[in-house]
């Protein structure tokens, strides 16, 4: 049974800095795509950015660019998303998922199969 289970979210000032721990089980991260996605109060989720399962790419949303940076680590079998310069527009619950086995890194959350229950980032004074 494939698992996420994301952690590191908190209260953070404007211009801080967190990082994100997305801890995966039942699958590796050598076969399987993973991103990140986020939901802000009020609005749909959308997607923050993703690594792929061989060549370790990445591909961030424009919003994040730049400030943000996503990583992994197979041995521990988890992913992290460090995040810089945080704004208030980036306060969300964040979430880790994977779409099917041996697919591409996408940021479309409809093409996601298996989700994390979510951690909240508030960036806030």
């Known amino acids: 049974q494939l698992q996420l289970v994301e952690s590191g979210g908190g209260l953070v000032q404007p211009g801080g800095s967190l990082r994100l721990s997305c801890a995966v089980s039942?699958?590796?991260?050598?076969?399987?795509?993973i991103g990140w996605f986020r939901q802000a109060p009020g609005k749909g989720r959308e997607g923050v950015s993703c690594i792929s399962s061989r060549d370790r790419t990445t591909k961030y949303a424009d919003s994040v660019k730049g400030r943000f940076t996503m990583s992994r680590d197979t041995a521990k079998n988890t992913v992290y998303l460090q995040m810089d310069s945080l704004e208030s527009e980036d306060t969300a619950v964040y979430y880790c998922?994977?779409?099917?086995?041996?697919?591409?890194?996408?940021?479309?959350?409809?093409?996601?199969?298996?989700w994390g229950k979510g951690t909240l980032v508030s960036v806030s004074s």
């Open positions: 998922a994977v779409p099917g086995v041996f697919s591409a890194c996408n940021l479309s959350p409809s093409a996601m199969e298996n």
């Open positions: 039942g699958f590796t991260l050598d076969y399987y795509a």
